[in-house]
């Protein structure tokens, strides 16, 4: 593991960094809410390490809080989830193959694979992704946990804005892809979508939805070499 530390850059290591810490304040907000909403303070602490999905975890919560099935609960979940399929296929190769493929897959998450995808050399993608994986892990329970302990303190999360974290820190990864035409393009339409969609479907299925928009995304060509 120290030669994936030894992999990232310095500006890599940081913004890797910032994210994880972003993301223990999320995990924070959402250990506070499950038990401020009357869960014991084990299960978003017991979701957080054998489910390991954020937006998944807040909407099995948020179903159960309601008073909706936890059967629901978890097929939402599971739709809302289905988008890791596509991210699965786009750093297989940074996962690797045997016990590595089934720890990386239980580690993926929006950051890591964007931070991945987002890096030239085939080393620093693998190291990014595991680095933010094994990051994000670490700080998203230590949060959950540190929430949950003051899930009966904190009744209200929103007066501390806790919960716009996470949609700041995937803006912030997403900028500099906006540069590109094709790619500002396709965002846009999956913004629209989501939009369109939020006021039927319940949370986490517009996110799933918003992926219409990679059908108006172009591969640009490759420049063409000068004639010799």
Same mark, same amino acid.
């Given at each position: 593991?120290?030669?994936?530390?030894?992999t *990232? =850059?310095?500006?890599?290591?940081r =913004?890797i960094? *910032?994210?994880? +810490?972003a993301?223990?304040? @999320?995990g924070?907000?959402y250990?506070? /809410?499950? @038990?401020g909403?009357?869960l014991?303070?084990?299960?978003?602490?017991l979701l957080?390490?054998? @489910?390991?999905?954020?937006a998944?975890?807040? *909407?099995?919560?948020? /179903?159960?809080?309601?008073?909706?099935s936890p059967i %629901? !609960?978890?097929?939402?979940?599971?739709?809302?989830n289905?988008?890791?399929?596509?991210f699965?296929?786009?750093v297989?190769? $940074?996962?690797?193959?045997?016990?590595?493929?089934?720890l990386?897959?239980?580690?993926?998450?929006d $950051?890591?694979?964007?931070? !991945?995808?987002?890096?030239?050399?085939?080393?620093?993608?693998r !190291?990014?992704?595991?680095?933010?994986g094994?990051g994000?892990f670490?700080?998203?329970?230590?949060g959950?946990l +540190?929430?949950?302990? %003051?899930?009966?303190?904190?009744? =209200?999360t929103?007066?501390?804005?806790?919960?716009?974290?996470?949609? !700041?820190?995937?803006?912030?990864l997403?900028?500099?892809?906006?540069?590109?035409?094709?790619?500002?393009?396709a %965002?846009?339409?999956?913004?629209?979508?989501a939009?369109?969609?939020?006021?039927?479907? #319940?949370?986490? *299925? #517009?996110?799933?939805?918003?992926?219409?928009?990679?059908?108006?995304y172009r591969?640009?060509?490759?420049?063409l $070499?000068p004639?010799?």
């Amino acid at each position: 593991m120290r030669s994936i530390w030894r992999t *990232l =850059d310095r500006r890599l290591a940081r =913004d890797i960094g *910032l994210v994880c +810490l972003a993301d223990g304040v @999320v995990g924070l907000s959402y250990g506070a /809410i499950s @038990v401020g909403g009357g869960l014991p303070w084990w299960v978003p602490v017991l979701l957080s390490i054998v @489910v390991f999905a954020g937006a998944s975890q807040f *909407l099995f919560v948020g /179903i159960v809080i309601a008073g909706g099935s936890p059967i %629901a !609960a978890m097929i939402a979940g599971v739709l809302v989830n289905t988008r890791h399929v596509a991210f699965g296929l786009a750093v297989s190769d $940074e996962v690797g193959s045997g016990w590595r493929r089934w720890l990386g897959s239980h580690l993926m998450t929006d $950051e890591n694979v964007a931070f !991945a995808i987002g890096q030239d050399n085939p080393r620093q993608r693998r !190291a990014a992704y595991w680095a933010g994986g094994i990051g994000i892990f670490i700080c998203w329970n230590i949060g959950v946990l +540190l929430g949950s302990a %003051a899930g009966s303190v904190i009744t =209200d999360t929103d007066v501390f804005g806790l919960d716009a974290a996470f949609p !700041a820190v995937l803006l912030a990864l997403v900028l500099p892809a906006l540069r590109d035409r094709s790619t500002r393009t396709a %965002a846009l339409v999956g913004a629209v979508v989501a939009l369109a969609t939020t006021p039927f479907l #319940p949370a986490g *299925l #517009p996110v799933l939805f918003a992926s219409a928009g990679l059908l108006f995304y172009r591969t640009p060509k490759p420049a063409l $070499e000068p004639a010799a």
